[in-house]
């Protein structure tokens, strides 16, 4: 394994910060569209959320196998919300 310097770890922990400093300021701009705030806030977790698992659990430096042993788990639930999503409006439309 890769050895993570101070200095990277500082840039991905600035990144971080500025995520969330977006995510608690995307909610103060007046006459947002609802839907847009919660595409954008719900993007900028999951950009947040890879961010953390890359750097900070150090799967950027681990096998391929490891990596989607990691991924497929954290992408059922994600997958299982557009299907509900997408079941909830079709019931809507008809």
Same mark, same amino acid.
């Given at each position: 394994?890769? $050895?993570?310097?101070?200095? $990277?770890?500082?840039? %991905?922990?600035?990144?971080?910060?500025?995520?969330?400093?977006?995510? #608690?300021?995307?909610?103060?701009?007046?006459?947002?569209?609802?839907?847009?705030?919660?595409?954008?806030?719900?993007?900028?977790?999951? %950009?947040?959320?890879?961010? #953390?698992?890359?750097?900070?659990? $150090?799967?950027?430096?681990?096998?391929?196998?490891?990596?989607?042993?990691?991924?497929?788990?954290?992408?059922?639930?994600? #997958?299982?919300? %557009? #299907?509900?999503?997408?079941?909830?409006?079709?019931?809507?439309?008809?």
């Amino acid at each position: 394994m890769a $050895h993570v310097d101070r200095k $990277h770890s500082l840039l %991905v922990w600035g990144y971080l910060l500025l995520l969330t400093l977006l995510e #608690v300021g995307i909610v103060y701009i007046p006459g947002i569209n609802p839907s847009l705030m919660i595409i954008g806030l719900t993007a900028m977790a999951c %950009v947040k959320a890879g961010l #953390v698992c890359i750097y900070f659990m $150090h799967l950027k430096w681990e096998t391929s196998g490891l990596k989607w042993t990691i991924l497929i788990p954290m992408l059922t639930p994600a #997958v299982y919300a %557009v #299907v509900l999503v997408l079941e909830a409006a079709y019931r809507l439309i008809t």
